[in-house]
């Protein structure tokens, strides 16, 4: 982590004290959260990580705040302060009040915090396992990012104690959901094929992007149900989110899979140049240099 955090309007030493434990939603998981891209010292996808939180906080009964400005102003002065300028933001909203083990003395509805971090590095290819009955998906909750993300950090420590980087979690169909914190893709020719919503499955913002979005010369991107047994019919299997962009997977537990074709780094090339053209239209002129 980076030496400064964000609490609220304040910028303050990582290691200060600044929160309360009687604050009900940092005891009880109860808040949202999102992962940034900071690229150039942009928020990349900004507005895509703020409407996913709105609408979950929505779901989750959690306050939020009403301006994405307000939120977006703060943020880049944690940019400023720390530097961080190619990063990861984690960013929450976390409820504060409500319930009998409310603390005295609380008197904002919300508090939001964020920190930054130097970007990981990531293998280029990547090994899964599989956890069975991992996303029930006909939970009013299911696609939701809640700061109650435990089960998700076991299976992931549980993934890397047996020599692996993830997990393929099912959901009780037996259907592919999603990985621990990542989305997953099949390409079957030039069709790249991803769970539906309706697997349980979070939206993540890479995800969106290369449905809606992105646009990769020779290939569609669809949702599709998937099975596991789907993957060893695949050109390619590869994992995706904010931090990791698009990695290969080399192999899955229990299966045989091939890594087949180009769909990887025509994606990857298509992803880099949306990001690039980002950033160029979100960099404030002054930023940008004097025009000629």
Known sequence: MHQFLLHNDRILDAGSDSLAAGQVGLLSGWGVFSTI????????????????????????????????????SRLMRLVEANGARQATMRVVVVRNRGGMWQGPGIERDFDLIAFTSPMAEWPG????????????????????????????????????????????????RGEIAECTSANIFAVFGNTVCTPPLSSGCLPGVTRALLLSEIRAPGFTTVERALMPADLEKADQVLITSTTR??????????????????????LEEALLDYRTRYVEAHTPAQAAGPSR
Do not use: C
Request: hydrophobic share 45%; net charge neutral.
């Open 245 to 266: 962009d698009l990695l290969v997977v080399e192999a899955v537990e229990g299966l045989t899979i091939r890594s087949e074709g180009q769909a990887q780094a025509v």
């Open 37 to 72: 891209r900071i690229a150039e010292g942009v928020l990349f996808a900004f507005e895509r990580h703020w409407d996913r939180m709105r609408r979950d906080a929505r779901k989750l009964r959690v306050p939020f705040p009403d301006d994405r400005e307000w939120m977006h």
């Open 125 to 172: 290819a990547v090994r899964l396992g599989i956890k069975s009955a991992a996303r029930y998906s006909q939970s009013e909750f299911s696609s939701t990012k809640m700061l109650s993300w435990a089960q998700n950090l076991v299976w992931y420590e549980q993934a890397r104690e047996r020599g692996l980087d993830e997990l393929v979690l099912l959901n009780e």
